[in-house]
């Protein structure tokens, strides 16, 4: 059977340089009235033929998140104050907290699954992603679902 999955999160660090080069470009373009696309596209150094080959294709997750529900695994050590200081985060971001599920730690490690709802309130996503992986005590955070 054939995989129907169209949308994917891909951390920046895993994406080839030309489309990380592509948001740039469309950030100027968004940024600087009057500049052509010739124009950033030159100052960023890539081809106008490879901005127009994927620039509908990707965006910065944080543009266009509002309004979207997110579902985050985070593996951390069952550490006192670990998950309080994560959802504290979450909570100053200003994310709604829909679920939170907790695994029984096994060998010290758990598993957290945690749904927020992104309200036009939200502060930056990535950021708030980020802060979360800073965490003493987190092994990874990944994003396996946006509604």
């Not at 050590?77 to 994560?86: C, K, N």
């Not at 060998?107 to 992603?129: P, R, W």
Request: proline letters at 3%; hydrophobic letters at 40%; zero cysteines.
């Amino acid at each position: 059977m054939m995989d129907k999955t169209k949308y994917f999160v891909v951390k920046k660090k895993a994406l080839p340089e030309v489309l990380i080069k592509v948001v740039e470009a469309k950030r100027l373009l968004a940024s600087e009235r009057g500049l052509t696309i010739q124009e950033a596209t030159d100052q960023i150094g890539i081809s106008r033929s490879s901005f127009y080959k994927y620039k509908d294709d990707i965006f910065p997750f944080h543009e266009n998140e509002k309004g979207q529900t997110i579902t985050l695994v985070v593996q951390m050590d069952d550490t006192p104050g670990l998950l309080a200081e994560i959802l504290r985060e979450v909570a100053e971001y200003g994310a709604n907290i829909l679920t939170i599920h907790q695994s029984i730690p096994l060998n010290g490690v758990a598993t957290l699954t945690l749904s927020v709802e992104i309200l036009s309130t939200t502060g930056n996503i990535s950021d708030m992603v980020a802060e979360i992986e800073e965490n003493q005590g987190v092994h990874y955070l990944k994003i396996v679902g946006r509604e």
